[in-house]
Protein backbone atom coordinates (compact mmCIF):
# COMPACT_ATOMS: atom_id res chain seq x y z
CA UNK A 1 0.00 0.00 0.00
CA UNK A 2 2.37 2.27 -1.17
CA UNK A 3 0.97 4.85 -3.03
CA UNK A 4 0.05 8.59 -3.38
CA UNK A 5 -1.22 9.59 0.06
CA UNK A 6 -4.69 10.66 -0.44
CA UNK A 7 -5.32 14.43 -0.39
CA UNK A 8 -8.40 15.61 1.74
CA UNK A 9 -11.45 17.47 -0.58
CA UNK A 10 -12.85 20.72 0.39
CA UNK A 11 -15.97 21.98 -0.12
CA UNK A 12 -14.45 24.67 -2.39
CA UNK A 13 -13.12 22.21 -4.50
CA UNK A 14 -16.40 20.45 -5.89
CA UNK A 15 -18.05 21.50 -9.11
CA UNK A 16 -20.91 23.47 -9.78
CA UNK A 17 -23.96 21.59 -11.66
CA UNK A 18 -25.95 23.63 -13.91
CA UNK A 19 -29.34 24.35 -12.83
CA UNK A 20 -30.66 25.87 -15.42
CA UNK A 21 -32.56 22.33 -16.96
CA UNK A 22 -34.14 21.62 -13.33
CA UNK A 23 -37.41 22.45 -13.08
CA UNK A 24 -38.24 24.66 -9.76
CA UNK A 25 -39.51 22.33 -6.94
CA UNK A 26 -41.45 24.75 -5.47
CA UNK A 27 -44.96 25.26 -5.22
CA UNK A 28 -46.13 27.52 -8.39
CA UNK A 29 -48.66 30.97 -6.78
CA UNK A 30 -52.06 30.30 -7.34
CA UNK A 31 -53.40 32.03 -9.95
CA UNK A 32 -56.13 34.95 -9.23
CA UNK A 33 -59.02 32.37 -11.20
CA UNK A 34 -58.02 29.70 -8.81
CA UNK A 35 -57.71 31.82 -5.57
CA UNK A 36 -61.25 33.25 -6.29
CA UNK A 37 -62.69 30.06 -6.97
CA UNK A 38 -61.73 28.81 -3.90
CA UNK A 39 -62.70 31.53 -1.80
CA UNK A 40 -66.40 31.11 -3.99
CA UNK A 41 -66.44 27.62 -3.14
CA UNK A 42 -65.70 28.27 0.61
CA UNK A 43 -68.18 30.81 0.42
CA UNK A 44 -70.85 28.29 -0.80
CA UNK A 45 -70.27 26.07 1.73
CA UNK A 46 -70.52 28.20 4.42
CA UNK A 47 -73.80 29.59 3.41
CA UNK A 48 -75.48 26.25 2.76
CA UNK A 49 -74.30 25.01 6.35
CA UNK A 50 -76.19 27.95 7.51
CA UNK A 51 -79.24 27.26 5.42
CA UNK A 52 -79.56 23.82 7.10
CA UNK A 53 -79.05 25.26 10.51
CA UNK A 54 -81.76 27.44 10.07
CA UNK A 55 -84.07 24.75 8.64
CA UNK A 56 -83.41 22.99 11.54
CA UNK A 57 -84.07 25.82 13.85
CA UNK A 58 -87.65 26.07 11.90
CA UNK A 59 -88.60 22.77 12.63
CA UNK A 60 -87.95 23.00 16.06
CA UNK A 61 -89.21 26.24 16.17
CA UNK A 62 -92.90 24.96 14.43
CA UNK A 63 -92.71 21.73 16.49
CA UNK A 64 -92.87 24.15 19.85
CA UNK A 65 -95.66 26.21 17.85
CA UNK A 66 -97.92 23.10 18.19
CA UNK A 67 -99.95 23.48 21.35
CA UNK A 68 -100.09 20.08 22.91
CA UNK A 69 -102.71 19.57 25.83
CA UNK A 70 -100.87 17.75 28.15
CA UNK A 71 -103.37 17.09 30.80
CA UNK A 72 -105.02 13.56 30.44
CA UNK A 73 -108.13 14.82 33.01
CA UNK A 74 -109.16 17.77 32.08
CA UNK A 75 -109.58 19.56 28.09
CA UNK A 76 -110.29 17.54 25.07
CA UNK A 77 -109.97 14.26 27.29
CA UNK A 78 -113.41 15.38 30.00
CA UNK A 79 -116.03 14.94 27.21
CA UNK A 80 -113.94 11.72 25.65
CA UNK A 81 -112.73 9.63 28.91
CA UNK A 82 -114.81 7.13 30.72
CA UNK A 83 -112.12 6.05 33.47
CA UNK A 84 -109.75 6.38 31.08
CA UNK A 85 -109.85 2.73 29.99
CA UNK A 86 -110.08 1.07 26.21
CA UNK A 87 -113.73 1.48 27.28
CA UNK A 88 -113.63 5.22 26.26
CA UNK A 89 -113.50 6.78 22.72
CA UNK A 90 -109.92 6.61 22.14
CA UNK A 91 -108.97 10.09 21.00
CA UNK A 92 -112.78 11.87 20.32
CA UNK A 93 -115.14 10.93 18.05
CA UNK A 94 -113.12 10.90 14.54
CA UNK A 95 -111.92 8.08 13.68
CA UNK A 96 -108.71 6.87 14.59
CA UNK A 97 -105.65 6.07 12.37
CA UNK A 98 -105.48 2.30 13.82
CA UNK A 99 -102.29 1.51 11.40
CA UNK A 100 -100.81 4.89 12.16
CA UNK A 101 -101.14 5.20 8.59
CA UNK A 102 -102.04 9.42 9.26
CA UNK A 103 -99.05 9.83 11.57
CA UNK A 104 -95.74 11.13 10.86
CA UNK A 105 -93.31 8.06 11.67
CA UNK A 106 -89.87 9.82 9.92
CA UNK A 107 -87.13 12.23 10.61
CA UNK A 108 -88.88 15.81 10.77
CA UNK A 109 -89.14 18.05 7.92
CA UNK A 110 -91.27 18.72 4.95
CA UNK A 111 -93.79 20.40 7.32
CA UNK A 112 -94.42 17.15 9.99
CA UNK A 113 -93.41 15.91 12.86
CA UNK A 114 -92.39 12.68 13.96
CA UNK A 115 -95.59 11.64 15.86
CA UNK A 116 -98.01 14.35 14.92
CA UNK A 117 -100.56 13.58 11.99
CA UNK A 118 -98.90 13.86 8.81
CA UNK A 119 -99.23 16.61 6.04
CA UNK A 120 -98.18 14.55 2.58
CA UNK A 121 -99.57 11.91 0.36
CA UNK A 122 -99.73 8.51 1.55
CA UNK A 123 -100.31 4.76 0.08
CA UNK A 124 -103.95 5.03 0.11
CA UNK A 125 -104.65 9.20 -0.74
CA UNK A 126 -103.23 12.20 0.77
CA UNK A 127 -103.32 13.20 4.63
CA UNK A 128 -103.75 16.91 6.17
CA UNK A 129 -102.87 18.14 9.31
CA UNK A 130 -105.45 20.24 10.86
CA UNK A 131 -103.93 22.53 13.54
CA UNK A 132 -105.67 24.74 15.86
CA UNK A 133 -108.76 22.78 15.97
CA UNK A 134 -109.00 20.73 19.04
CA UNK A 135 -110.12 22.37 22.46
CA UNK A 136 -111.93 25.63 21.43
CA UNK A 137 -109.40 26.23 18.46
CA UNK A 138 -106.28 26.45 20.84
CA UNK A 139 -104.33 23.19 20.69
CA UNK A 140 -103.32 21.17 18.20
CA UNK A 141 -103.58 17.46 20.11
CA UNK A 142 -104.09 16.10 23.26
CA UNK A 143 -103.19 13.52 26.17
CA UNK A 144 -104.89 10.42 26.65
CA UNK A 145 -103.99 7.93 29.54
CA UNK A 146 -105.15 4.33 29.49
CA UNK A 147 -105.47 1.93 32.08
CA UNK A 148 -102.76 0.20 31.15
CA UNK A 149 -100.52 3.26 31.74
CA UNK A 150 -99.70 4.42 28.00
CA UNK A 151 -100.19 7.82 27.53
CA UNK A 152 -101.04 9.14 23.84
CA UNK A 153 -100.86 12.17 21.75
CA UNK A 154 -103.79 12.79 19.78
CA UNK A 155 -103.38 14.95 16.66
CA UNK A 156 -106.23 15.93 14.34
CA UNK A 157 -105.58 15.90 11.05
CA UNK A 158 -108.03 14.81 7.28
CA UNK A 159 -107.57 11.30 5.82
CA UNK A 160 -108.53 12.13 1.87
CA UNK A 161 -108.94 9.35 -0.63
CA UNK A 162 -107.81 9.78 -3.96
CA UNK A 163 -111.05 10.47 -5.48
CA UNK A 164 -111.08 13.44 -3.27
CA UNK A 165 -113.39 12.11 -0.82
CA UNK A 166 -112.03 13.80 3.01
CA UNK A 167 -113.05 12.50 6.89
CA UNK A 168 -111.95 13.66 9.78
CA UNK A 169 -109.29 11.14 11.41
CA UNK A 170 -106.43 11.29 14.12
CA UNK A 171 -103.18 10.40 15.08
CA UNK A 172 -102.74 8.20 18.08
CA UNK A 173 -99.23 8.28 18.87
CA UNK A 174 -97.42 6.86 22.07
CA UNK A 175 -95.62 9.61 24.16
Known amino acids: MNGPAATPVRFADLPVADAGHLRRRLRPRPTRRTFLGSVLGAGTA??????????RAAETARAAYWLDWTSTTTGPCASYARDH??????????????????CWKYRNGAGNVVGWHKNAPGSAGYYVHRPDECWNGTYDSWHWRFSD???????????????????????????
Open 149 to 175: GRTYRCSDGWTCSPSGSCFKSICPWVV
Open 46 to 55: VGLGSLFLLN
Open 85 to 102: TENGIQCGVSQMCLTLSC
